[in-house]
């Protein structure tokens, strides 16, 4: 509920705000979502595959958004955690979704701080991930 009231319940597209999350509420985001990454580490595969999509759009919602160091690194490694032990075919698509944020229509709309996030996100997905999405693209 935290994150939603700081970043909106709305679905990413045209309108949807992109400006930086203040740090206060940066603050409060973190500890929740240090807490929902907890629950991830113990969590079984199906667990965590029947909350995969509805964290991945508040996770990416977060990053179009902009948030900090600890956050951007936090919010990382919960989807790393949710490809390694979820649904890692969406991985994919997810990438492409990261990409197409930093050089798609919706590119413009985005601040430098949210930039950072993403880059900093698809960075971590694809030094954890990079052989497994590399043999995707051989494949072609």
Known sequence: RLVNSVIGTGKQGKGASHKPIPLAEQ????????????????????????????????LT????AGVGLPLRTLTSEILCTIYSKGDNIALYSYVGKLQGFLNGKESKEISDVGRVSLLSCLSKLVDKFGSQLGSGFQES
């Open 27 to 58: 603050e409060k985001l973190t500890v929740a979502i240090y807490a929902a990454a907890l629950d991830l580490d113990n969590a079984d595969r199906k667990a965590i595959q029947s909350v995969q999509r509805g964290l991945e759009g508040l």
């Open 61 to 64: 919602r977060l990053l179009t």
